[in-house]
Structure formats: C-alpha cells, structure tokens
C-alpha cells in the first residue's frame, strides 16, 4: 500500500504546475480594443483553420469533452509581430515546429506534455494604431502565464522571477 501511494502521487506530481489566479491582476487588464476569441484544438489538422491575419494568441490546457465543469488553464499568451513575424496561422505552424524541435524548453514542453488537451486561442487585431505588444503585456500581467518568460511589465516580471523556479 505505502509504495503505490508514493508511486501514485509521484505520477500526479508529474502534471503539476505552479499557477498564479488573482482576481486582483484579472482585473487590471483593460484592452483598448474588443478581443472576440476564437479557439481551435491545437493539432496539424486544424492550421488551415486559423486565419491569415495578425492577432494576438493563448495556449490553453483544457479538458472540454467531459462531464466536468468548464474548466482551464492559460500556458502561454503571444503575439503575431508585423516586422515580418508572419499571422496567426505563419505562428500556429511554427509553434508546430517547435513541437518537434527543441528551441524554447518551457514552450517545447508545454507542447509535448498536454499535446492531447491543448488549446489554441486567438483575437485577430487588424486596427493599425493597437499596440498589440502592449495588448499582450497587459494581458501576461493580468494572468502571469506559467510558459511566458519576459513579456510582463518591468514591475510584474521582478515579482516573477522573485518566485518563479
């Protein structure tokens, strides 16, 4: 019995992640611009149906098809850049990429760790004047997203690294 309690909660462990979920930074986030989020599983099939345009972007870990309660959790929040970083769906392909290939470890393992419960959300943002880098400050500093590393505000990003392993 006490060996597989350990090997039991050892295997939970493997799946834990350390999240922050204050409705206090929630509430700080304004956006100067309606977002409508669309999301899409996270999958090679379902790249065609992200579109071509710029926006702003969330992987999510959820578990929809199920008799639980709507329930979820934001990985990673990005951005398409206009500089020649390509539309949400250059981005979509390229994180599929990074599924296979090693670039950023915390990205590469989010993607490879939830594979089958990951989630691609997105908010086109064509409005030329939206500082779309400033968008995805906000909304890093309003829900501090366990993969994101250093796209907080400079006073978010110390508290961060204050805690963060």
Known sequence: MPLDFVQETDELKAFAMRFVLSPQQWATFNSPIG???????????????VPNTTGIYAFAVEYPDSQLPPHGYVMYIGITKSDGGGN???????????????????????LNKWSQQLYFHYAVVTDPVCDVRGLEQQLCDAMIPPCNKNDFSARIRRQVQAFRD
């Open 88 to 110: 949400l769906r250059k981005r979509y392909q390229q994180y599929l990429n990074e599924k296979r290939v090693l670039k950023r470890p915390k990205i590469h393992y989010m």
């Open 35 to 49: 977002l409508t989020w669309q999301r899409v599983k996270f999958d090679r099939l379902n790249s065609e149906n």
